[in-house]
């Protein structure tokens, strides 16, 4: 990585199935970065498979609405603007769309690999 700065409207914008786009601003396929971090921008009504990490993932929530879940807690939690989520290493976790407006999230992967394990709910 040569660029320490980065405009985000010149960074591709990498299309997720279910109605989500993700723009990698940190990190790239030759693990030149000791973590990845990106903006992930998910339509009205989008959800997130059940999944996992084998690192730490630090997820804010910048727009919209949504909940949230994680393994081993009870129930959703409502997630909005200032709302920071830490999901422990091989923790499943997930989020919906819960507004009519996108939701729009920071993550920070602890990993120079961007490495997501599906798992049943």
Known sequence: MTDTIIRHDDVAQEEFPGGATY??????DDGTTPVRCGIQ??????????HAHPYVEIVTVLEGAGE?????????????????MVFPPNTAHGFRVTGDAPLVTYGVHSSSDRIVDIREK
């Not at 009205?44 to 059940?50: D, F, H, I, K």
């Not at 807690?73 to 200032?82: L, N």
């Open 68 to 84: 949230d879940w994680v393994d081993g807690q009870d129930g959703t939690t409502d997630i909005g603007p200032g709302i920071t």
């Open 23 to 28: 723009r990698t601003l940190v990190g790239d």
């Open 41 to 50: 921008t998910s339509s009205p009504g989008y959800a997130t498979p059940n």
